[in-house]
């Protein structure tokens, strides 16, 4: 396991320390108190403002709405009941498996 990985574990794991944290000193316990479609909204808008970083040039705004995006993300995650390893598993079953062969398959 890398150290990149590593990060991602730690926050998750501190995400989920926070689900019975007060929403007044925590911002993660905050989200999980608005709920679902808002945790969900966020990873949408983090999404679009790192594109948005991207097409705009910005390689600093492009690392740091990437960091709101992976929280964000992993937040929902823990709202949906997914533990981080099960999307790392996904992603190591499709290690060697080229993308062009897998969207042909799709197609049959
Ligand atoms: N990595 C993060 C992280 N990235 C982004 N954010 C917060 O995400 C928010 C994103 O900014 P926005 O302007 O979109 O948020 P906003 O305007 O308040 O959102 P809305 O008005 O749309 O609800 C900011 O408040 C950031 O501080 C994060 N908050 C927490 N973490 C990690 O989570 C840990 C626990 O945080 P708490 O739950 O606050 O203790 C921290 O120690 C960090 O490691």
Known sequence: ????????????????SRKDAD???SYTARLFAKGR?????????EAVETAIAAVAEKPANVVSESADLLYHLLVLWAEVGIAPQ???SELERRVGVSGV??????KK
């Open 86 to 88: 099960e999307v790392w």
């Open 101 to 106: 062969d897998e969207k042909k398959a799709r």
């Open 23 to 25: 929403p007044e000193s």
């Open 1 to 16: 396991m890398t150290e990149d990985l590593h990060i991602l574990d730690a926050l998750a794991a501190t995400i989920a």
């Open 37 to 45: 479609k808002k945790i969900a909204q966020k990873v949408g808008e």
